[in-house]
């Protein structure tokens, strides 16, 4: 089958139910744990590539407060100081990893379209917070982690790119 060159772990529990453990437990087995089982697993075929790339998934949650679970921002604030860890490790193998975290997406059957069902005004006010004028769609999403996987990105590791229309206000260092 040949080799194998990108890695985008894009498994996740979301807003994960339950009380107590429950959700904290299965945010960690699906955002965090799978992620570093397959790198693991991967990393000898990825550093056979000539141009080896893995994009995480985080989100804006991890970074700032937001309307999701504390379980979610946590966890996958442990997934961005994951990546940017083990991009430290491997960058001598020429592996480059990197985080790309949405804000809010929007997209027909989505949590986000429900909220806009279900309470209008929290919406309206949640996207007129992205200053480009609407949510993020799964396109948007998709186009920077092929970027970032591409040989565009050849000099970028490490890195955590927002895809959030603006929705965050904080200066990154």
Not at 106 to 115: A, I, K, L, S, T
């Amino acid at each position: 089958m040949g080799g194998l060159d990108i890695f985008v772990p894009n498994v996740s529990a979301g807003g994960a139910g339950g009380t107590g453990d429950e959700p904290w437990i299965a945010n960690f087995e699906a955002d965090l744990m799978h992620t570093v089982r397959g790198c693991e697993a991967l990393m000898p075929h990825l550093a056979k590539s000539e141009s080896p790339a893995i994009v995480m998934m985080g989100t804006i949650a991890a970074v700032e407060t937001f309307v999701a679970p504390s379980s979610y921002g946590a966890i996958k604030a442990a997934l961005m100081t994951y990546a940017k860890q083990l991009g430290q490790a491997v960058a001598p193998h020429g592996v480059r990893i990197n985080t790309v975290s949405p804000g809010p997406v929007y997209f027909e059957g989505g949590d986000w379209d429900r909220v806009k069902t279900e309470m209008p005004d929290f919406f309206k006010q949640m996207e007129a917070n992205c200053v480009l004028g609407r949510m993020a769609s799964p396109v948007d999403v998709a186009r920077a982690v092929a970027f970032l996987a591409s040989p565009m990105a050849a000099m970028i590791t490490g890195t955590n790119l927002i895809v959030d229309g603006g929705f965050t206000k904080r200066v990154q260092f």
